[in-house]
């Protein structure tokens, strides 16, 4: 699948994701400032979750829950690994084998302890507004 958006259309992007990937395990590829965050965010949201969302870029991973208060995603940033059996060291194993929705960034970092069933969504910048997303 292949979706050229801008910003103002992000809702719309998340919920074609939601509806079109076969596994709650999902690896978001993409240079610095290409918009992995935001479009995370916006998922995130369309999940029902009503928390501020951000990059958990120093805390490695943050957990968000729906209005009803139960789990819904993980959301990892993994940007600041140096070697990928520092993700062992977290406990990501038990992360990935939960029912939550797992969203990934800097996926790279740790090939080796991807699920094979993960989704690897690129998004590549076209122009200051533009991005294209590749699934």
């Known amino acids: 699948m292949n979706i050229i958006y801008s910003e103002n ?57 729906n209005t009803n208060g139960e789990l819904t995603a993980y959301h990892f940033d993994f940007y600041r690994l140096n070697d990928e059996n520092e993700a062992l060291d977290f406990g990501l194993e038990d992360y ?3 029912k939550a929705w797992i969203f990934m960034e800097w996926p790279e970092k740790i090939p080796s302890y991807l699920p094979e069933d993960t989704t690897k969504i690129t998004i590549e910048i076209i122009n200051n507004t533009n991005r294209q997303l590749l699934i």
């Open 9 to 65: 259309q992000l809702k719309e992007v998340a919920e074609e994701i939601l509806r079109n990937v076969p596994s709650k395990r999902i690896a978001f590829y993409g240079e610095m400032g290409a918009g992995k965050t935001t479009l995370i965010k916006e998922i995130v949201k369309q999940l029902g979750v009503n928390d501020t969302t951000n990059s958990p870029t120093f805390g490695i991973v943050n957990e968000y829950e």
């Open 96 to 98: 990935l084998n939960s």
